[in-house]
């Protein structure tokens, strides 16, 4: 079954601080992986797009890696802001011949508190 | 212009009403998508048009009727609504959709759905 599951839920974390969220996928045949973030409200902006022969792409102060072998991808946001709060998605695509499956994770609600 | 906008950002209808969702972009993409997010969950893809054909309708009511007049635009007609379809509807476009390349998916900003 294709999914996609994502850690922690939600996260504190106070401002200037790093943190990282954590995607797993089982999609197959992987084609690439993303990570999107929403504001509330509005609808999601990408943030980077691997495919599986990239191990980590970097966005301003977003780094995202990729393990094809485990299936699993981080985002990593480098001294926060209060303006990163929101929901941070991951979601992966699946290729097949005349198609692709997206599937999408559930988020991670990030609140930056001053 | 990497925007996508979307009308109206909010709409409150009842379930007897015949309604319509519009989505534009002018970036020149060939493949563009609806999906439905409820609060707090990601969202569902409904359905993706590719060179103005529908390639998928992930077994969307229907209730729900997609529209690709050009393919600069894209319609959802909305008739006979529940008050649970009530969700925020997101448009989306890419410069292609499956093949082997990986392309971007701008999203617009939503509509805001009630049913009453």
């Known amino acids: 079954k294709n999914q996609v599951e994502q850690s922690p839920q939600s996260l504190i974390i106070l401002e200037g601080k790093n943190c990282t969220l954590q995607?797993?996928?089982?999609?197959?045949?992987?084609?690439?992986l993303r990570w999107y973030k929403q504001d509330t409200g509005r609808g999601p902006v990408s943030l980077t797009i691997?495919?599986?022969?990239?191990n980590t792409k970097s966005n301003g102060r977003y780094t995202a890696t990729l393990d094809a072998d485990t299936k699993q991808s981080s985002l990593h946001i480098t001294a926060s802001q209060l303006s990163d709060s929101a929901s941070y998605i991951c979601v992966s695509e699946g290729r097949y011949s005349s198609a692709s499956k997206i599937i999408f994770g559930s988020g991670t609600r990030l609140s930056i508190r001053p | 212009d990497t925007e996508v906008t979307q009308t109206p950002k909010h709409l409150v209808m009842g379930m007897t009403n015949k309604k319509s969702l519009k989505c534009e972009q002018h970036m020149g993409h060939r493949a563009m998508y609806w999906y439905k997010q409820k609060a707090k969950k990601p969202p569902e893809l409904m359905f993706v048009?590719?060179?103005?054909?529908?390639?998928i309708n992930e077994s969307v009511p229907s209730r729900f009727s997609p529209e690709c007049p050009n393919s600069s635009l894209l319609n959802l007609h909305l008739h006979a609504l529940q008050p649970e379809d009530s969700a925020l509807y997101l448009c989306?476009?890419?410069?292609?959709?499956?093949?082997?390349?990986?392309?971007?998916?701008?999203f617009g900003p939503g509509t805001r759905l009630t049913v009453t």
């Open positions: 989306a476009s890419s410069q292609s959709a499956g093949g082997l390349a990986t392309y971007e998916q701008y």
């Open positions: 995607c797993n996928y089982t999609v197959s045949p992987f084609s690439n």
């Open positions: 691997m495919t599986f022969s990239e």
């Open positions: 048009y590719s060179y103005e054909k529908l390639s």
